[in-house]
């Protein structure tokens, strides 16, 4: 009919039968530029070659069936295999969100694991170092200092491994030091034999004078300073590690009922409406603006609220793990450990005459006693029997790298989703020629920005996040990534000004806590207004930064509704001739 039509057209003829011909072409071609007619035919189909596929999912239809669906309006589907289709569009949308999430999850586990193994091997290499030092340099002390050093050590080990220390570390070290007086000034002051041991009425004035004696100068209370910070800012660091994984383990518990009608009618849509029209599953795949849409609709209404805090609690971990590496962090401060110990027995000796002399006149002359009961400690402690290590273990420098790219590339996990699960085989790369929901076809609506729900074509928005806080699941976890984050800001600070107290004075006095990036669009942030709120914590709403170099341009293409569809440009021409023959005919 198009051909006849067509010739009739080329020969010649006058200029209202021209416009009659391609009045009459334009509309049988349509709106959009495709013939009705065979869009009818599509729409229409046989549902035998579809039955298979229906089949291979445990969903039986009834071809032909004269009572469409609501939602689809196929021949090859009612209401109640709608309804059975809906569900499980619903749980492979729970599914394939936990399947990316569970493997996220795996980094944060296999991080913990490796640098918590990484710190405990370091933690037994500078203990043995130690001993070693001891055993070979002050020969003479090493027998009654082993277990002071052991207890040192196994406390800096039970606070990287242990949520609950029942050892202050603090009060430890100092304990150590205390206990270590005596030894020290028994051996490597006074210079008595080592069968030869203090009364320990007089041991007892040593250690009740330690304060007032100091007789290791300030480096007890600078290394205790140093080694706590160190050690606590490495346990936050495990800790958030470890919870953080425990957040996204917990994700398996939340189930797609909170889900709101509007998001399970558009995964139907989007998944399973052309196969109820009779499409090929295969061949009818959904546009990518189609499923961005659709996920991040329903991503908002499931998990999308734990987004901004999910954002701020990593936006710390990137410093802390810095902080925790640098040249004040425990890796260093445990492999200089042996040197600072040695260092003070050192002030104690280079001190020695003056040390004595406040000793007589606090505690008198030393009061000594035979003893042979650490003749056997000497021979256990010789040089051979430890195990000596001229190597640091090597460092996971490149494990650890890699974890802060990819914790820095998913700051924004849960909103980041929607385009990691289009990526799969299952959806269409692009907006042309595919299943728009409806029919078959170019994808028309624009892609609704990350955290615009307001604007989604496909999920209208409602307030779904705030009925998802109603989920006590979710505010636990909200309030848990709350405080993991303030944990790991205030270890951050803890051990960037440990040693210089006027520094973090200027520093607050200039406000440098968390500064808003200028880019930082409002409107997002009112977005952010309304769908996140506090929980309880006394915080109020968390704000988020996002920094616009990590922000990955859309490679969407621009609206097809822009574009101009060629019955419009066929009846432009129309008007444009029918301006020449008037105006030609009233010459």
Known sequence: MHRSRGLACSQKMSWVAILFCVFAFAFELGPTGVDTKSVEQQELPNCDHVSSFFSSINVTIQPANKNQGNVCGGSCCDNQVESQLEAKA???????VKHHTRSQRGHWEQTADMYRDYLLQLSHQSENKTLNLFSTVYQKMSPLSRDPIKELYGTIRNHLTSTSHSDDLELVTDKFFRDLFPVAYHHMVVHADKDVDFHKDYKNCLTHTYDELKPFGTIPQTLSSSLVASVSAASVLLR???????????????????????????????????????????????????????????????????NQYWYTFTEAILPLINTVRSADGIESEIKALDAKLSNAIMHAMENGPQLELKVKKACGMPSLMHTDALAGAYEATAPNALMQHNKWI?????????????????????????????DDEEYHNKNEDCWTGTHYGDYTHDTAPTMSQKYNPEVPYSSSSEQSLQDSRLRLLIDTLINLKNAATKAISSIAFKNDPEKMLADMAEGSGDHYREDYDSHEDDEYAENGSGSGDGQGEVRVEVDSSNITPTTDKPSNSNRISTSSILLTYSVVLLAVLFGSSSH
Do not use: W
């Open 90 to 96: 619903t749980k492979n949308f729970e599914r394939l």
């Open 394 to 422: 090597l460092a996971p420098n490149n494990e650890m790298l890699q974890f802060e790219m990819t914790i820095d590339k998913n700051k924004d996990l849960f909103m980041q989703l929607s385009s990691t699960l289009c």
């Open 240 to 306: 958030v590690l470890r919870e953080g994984a425990e957040v996204l383990n917990k994700l398996d518990d939340l189930g797609t009922e909170n889900l709101q009608p509007s998001c399970k009618a558009a995964l139907l849509k989007m998944n399973y409406c052309a196969t109820c029209k009779g499409r090929n599953h295969n061949h009818a795949k959904p546009c990518a603006g189609l499923c961005k849409n659709v996920m991040r609709g329903c991503l908002m209404q499931y998990i999308g609220v734990l």
